[in-house]
Nanobody, 111 residues
Framework: QVQLVESGGDLVQPGGSLRLSCAAS????????IDWYRQAPGKQRDFVAR???????NYADSVKGRFTISRDNAKNLVYLQMNSLKPEDSAVYYC?????WGQGTQVTVSS
């Protein structure tokens, strides 16, 4: 069973950037579909980005052109590079691999 730990969340000003990481234990991510989701207080958990197959990616319309998902198979890491951040991006961000969630990392975008 894969274990996941997210990190990299922080307080950042609007227009700023953050890179989130999701570390997987005792497995390789190379053959897995990997998702990022986010959840703001009082809201449902929403899809953000997906990486799958050889080099395929999907993004929610709200983040397309600003966020980039990638992976480092040798290090069992998946990243979410977030640029041009907006206050509405504030949420706890979670990674999801084969039905397993990480604990989440808090992103707050505020001036």
């Amino acid at each position: 069973q894969v274990q996941l730990v997210e990190s990299g969340g922080d307080l950042v000003q609007p227009g700023g950037s953050l890179r989130l990481s999701c570390a997987a234990s005792e497995t390789t991510l190379s053959s897995y579909t990997i998702d990022w989701y986010r959840q703001a207080p009082g809201k449902q958990r929403d899809f953000v980005a997906r990486i799958f197959g050889l080099a395929n990616t999907n993004y929610a319309d709200s983040v397309k052109g600003r966020f980039t998902i990638s992976r480092d198979n040798a290090k069992n890491l998946v990243y979410l590079q977030m640029n041009s951040l907006k206050p509405e991006d504030s949420a706890v961000y979670y990674c999801l691999v084969r039905g397993v969630w990480g604990q989440g990392t808090q992103v707050t975008v505020s001036s």
